[in-house]
């Protein structure tokens, strides 16, 4: 399963945050473990800088970004991408453009603690618990 995370589920597990830590760090291990394969967007990785130099420190903040460099694949973001995005029905752009990217990569699923920036989503849009759940039952 081709999945794709958004920058909250990283953010859970790069920082530590509770309560989601712990469905957010399975996700990620579930894609080390080669059970799904994570992507996240070239704009998640400006994301993760801009708020964990807030968060934590500059060091932090760069040491979370090559940890997702080194970890997931990348979905491109281009004009194509972009424009796409804006023209999708949801509210939030961000999200928009999580899910153009998703569509742009032929990914199988989102996934994210946020369902209700996503309603509009043509993929399907999961919790990481709904995933995780989907794995176990699956075998995947």
Known sequence: MRVLLDTNVLL??????????????????????????????????TDIFY????????????EAIRTCLETFHICDVNRDVLEEADALPGEDFEDNLQVACALASGLDVIVTRDKLGFVDSSIPVLTPEELLARIDVNGE
């Not at 790069?14 to 799904?36: M, N, T």
């Not at 992507?39 to 990785?45: D, H, K």
């Not at 708020?51 to 500059?58: A, F, P, S």
């Open 12 to 45: 859970d597990v790069l920082f530590k945050r509770e309560p989601w830590v712990s469905a957010s760090s399975s996700v990620w291990r579930a894609h080390e473990d080669g059970q799904i394969t994570g992507f996240i967007t070239a704009s998640t990785i």
């Open 51 to 62: 708020i964990g130099r807030r968060q934590k420190d500059r060091k932090s903040a760069r």
